[in-house]
Nanobody, 123 residues
Framework: VQLQASGGGLVQAEGSLRLSCAAT????????VGWFRQAPGREREFVGV????????VYSDSVRGRFTLTRDDAKNTVYLQMNSLKPGDTATYFC?????????????????WGQGTQVTVSS
């Protein structure tokens, strides 16, 4: 399976974007899906992770209450709804999947990665 992240763009502060992580060549059903982001000159950091059944989501402190993860297994897609965006959210966002039933905050916890999608938040 391959993952493709999309939906990034340029938005003003306090605006919203919805990122999508679509699977091709296979299914996301039965996989835990995480999102990470990486700003220039910084390490890739954990944003959130959604359980296989879509019931449990874990978020980083910096996005909790503003970002929401959902999944539509019929469409093989996981969504990251981002509200109240801040300039500090500017980064390239990556989705990743793992067969493990665990809410890993580490990049090493995921086997498959999509290419990134750029999110830029202007002040």
């Amino acid at each position: 399976v391959q993952l493709q992240a999309s939906g990034g763009g340029l938005v003003q502060a306090e605006g919203s974007l919805r990122l999508s992580c679509a699977a091709t060549g296979g299914t996301l059903s039965g996989y835990t899906v995480g999102w990470f982001r990486q700003a220039p000159g910084r390490e890739r950091e954990f944003v959130g992770v959604l359980s296989m059944n879509g019931v449990t989501a874990v978020y980083s402190d910096s996005v909790r209450g503003r970002f929401t993860l959902t999944r539509d297994d019929a469409k093989n897609t996981v969504y990251l709804q981002m509200n109240s965006l801040k300039p500090g959210d500017t980064a390239t966002y990556f989705c990743a999947s793992t067969y493990r039933n665990s809410a890993s905050r580490s990049t090493s916890g995921y086997e498959t990665w999509g290419q990134g999608t750029q999110v830029t938040v202007s002040s």
